[in-house]
């Protein structure tokens, strides 16, 4: 419309409002760099705080209660640095627009004046170009203000979208196959497995396990043993090679499928922070109230809850942290007991418990396997003396394998060492 009355004001305000989209532009490319910096050190602070309160126990036993406040302080210092720097850059920009719109009043009205002197146009074009002037500020100033505010939400998103944006590591197929899993054979073939740019932990790997038979592994930290059970239930995938359950590739059916018929008792559980009967519960909802007890019994976990003056309705707390490590092991016991799976995979279940109770557990235990197939992981051997066969791994191999009293006979043999010094080994130091 301005170019209508006069081309040079219309062409003049055409240049100005590039120019400042243009700067504008430039301006919110260089503030979304200092967004992203002070985003990533929000997320630092706020992890130094979780990681504080986490671990708030190893705070007060090394007394470092003034060494973490300096370390919050610092991460607090870096935040508060990007977080001016990107404010002092914000206010920098809102300058140079402001100031350009003073520029261009001012040589818009100088070119206006002049063209009215000169008699090419009227004083109603100079009002007219005074409206569409100011309503350009507006718009313009808008526009810069909401892209550094568009800009800032997408430095704050980043991170969140780069975790959307990672490939997911383990994925149902696209077309499932119906699962099979009856009786619970295991067959291992050949598999190869690195966890992320590590070294390898299985290479052409192989083991079977008969439906029904009660497989004990034993071996060195770090020899692979968890991670054969973290295989099974698909908390990672194989990179080659294939593990079967009666015959039925698990990597062809979907996980939760898979999950549900396998009772996995992991050697740190985790509770809700809910009572002790929908805990126990949790592993199969539609269970009544006797057959949870049955389960927390056979565990020996009935003899701890019955302690609580509200019993089975006690609150346990965010991770179980009401609860010992030997109590929350029981409550896991009683979950998988009561999930009655034809798979059975204990991760050192009993590690967290004293010799009397470990007792009592193994008497649960050896209920709980009959007629299932069962993997243990332990480094008490105690706890795998009566098992059908026991594997004995180191660097991701079978070294040793064989019931408890064969092994024993091998001399110079891996388990026999390890027998050795669990039952006697450290009395002489």
Known sequence: VLTYFSTILGMILLVWLLLYIGVTAFFVKKKFQKDLLESAANSRTTGVLADAVTNVLNVKMFASQAREFSYFADATDIEEKRRRDAWYFQNLQFMFQGYFIAIFELVGIFAAVSLWLNGSISAGTIVLMQIYIFTSFEVGWNIGRNFTRVMRAFAEAKEMVDIFEKPIAVSDPKQPEECRIRKGEIEIKQISFTYGKGSKVFRDFSL???????????????SGKSTITKLLLRF?????????????????????????????????????????????????????????????????????????????????????????????????????????????????????????????????????????????????????????????????????????????????????????IQAGGFATA
């Open 236 to 420: 990672a995938d194989v990179q080659s090679g294939e593990i079967l359950i009666d015959g039925q590739n698990i990597a062809h059916i979907r996980q939760n499928d898979l999950r549900s018929q396998i009772a996995y008792v992991p050697q740190d559980p985790i509770l809700f922070h809910r009572t002790l009967i929908e805990n126990i519960r949790y592993a199969r909802p539609d269970a009544a109230d006797k057959d949870v007890i049955r389960a927390a019994k056979l565990a020996h976990a009935d003899e701890f809850i019955s302690l609580f003056p509200q019993g089975y309705d006690t609150l346990v707390g965010e991770r179980g942290i009401k609860l010992s490590g030997g109590e929350r092991q029981r409550v896991a016991i009683a979950r998988a007991i009561l999930k009655d799976a034809p798979i059975l995979a204990l991760d050192e279940a009993t590690s967290s418990l004293d010799s009397e109770s470990e007792m009592y557990i193994q008497d649960a235990l050896a209920k709980l396997m009959k007629k299932r197939t069962t993997i243990v992981i332990a480094h008490r051997l105690s706890t795998i003396m009566q098992m059908d066969r026991i594997v004995v791994i180191e660097g991701g191999r079978i070294v040793e394998q064989g019931k408890h009293k064969e092994l024993l006979k091998v001399k110079q043999g891996r388990y026999q060492k390890l027998w050795e």
């Open 208 to 222: 079977r396990v008969k439906a029904g038979e009660k497989v004990g592994l034993v071996g060195p930290s770090g």
